[in-house]
């Protein structure tokens, strides 16, 4: 297994799936996605309007991949998030992570997830019904 593989895809088309970031070496894939709710508190909404600084995006997720690297070791990802508008219902962002065993593929997971919303500069704005 290399080292990490990664992709970071910003765009405005939905996200494929299923889609896959391990091979015949990895025994665990784990794939989080994030949908889009039709509540934003008590209020309905029709969707989000995402929005993103790709370059600084892709700047902050390689900082983040080489600190995640370090912590949890070898592992592949692909991490995928929507841009533009996306209506309730429809996936917003994927992470899916790949590692020899199920245990470090959840926990890494949730470590990217977990910073991609706290530090990638990707912004979001409900449109109410």
Request: proline share 5%; charged share 25%; aromatic share 8%.
């Given at each position: 297994m290399s080292n990490l593989t990664a992709e970071l895809l910003l765009s405005d088309d939905p996200i494929p799936f299923p889609a896959t970031?391990?091979?015949?070496?990895?025994g665990a894939e784990v794939c989080f996605l994030g949908r889009v709710r039709a509540l934003e508190?008590?209020?309905v909404?029709?969707?989000?309007?995402?929005?993103a600084y790709a370059s600084m995006a892709e700047e902050s997720l390689a900082t983040?991949?080489?600190e995640v690297l370090?912590?949890?070791?070898?592992?592949?990802?692909?991490?995928?998030?929507?841009?533009?508008?996306?209506?309730?219902g429809?996936?917003?962002?994927a992470v899916i992570v790949a590692t020899p065993h199920s245990g470090e593929a959840f926990?890494?997971?949730?470590?990217?997830?977990?910073?991609?919303?706290?530090?990638?500069?990707?912004w979001k704005k409900p449109v109410f019904a």
């Amino acid at each position: 297994m290399s080292n990490l593989t990664a992709e970071l895809l910003l765009s405005d088309d939905p996200i494929p799936f299923p889609a896959t970031a391990g091979d015949d070496g990895d025994g665990a894939e784990v794939c989080f996605l994030g949908r889009v709710r039709a509540l934003e508190g008590d209020r309905v909404i029709t969707g989000i309007e995402y929005s993103a600084y790709a370059s600084m995006a892709e700047e902050s997720l390689a900082t983040i991949q080489r600190e995640v690297l370090a912590q949890f070791g070898p592992h592949k990802c692909l991490i995928r998030h929507r841009t533009g508008f996306v209506a309730a219902g429809e996936t917003s962002i994927a992470v899916i992570v790949a590692t020899p065993h199920s245990g470090e593929a959840f926990d890494i997971c949730r470590h990217y997830l977990r910073r991609i919303k706290t530090e990638v500069p990707i912004w979001k704005k409900p449109v109410f019904a």
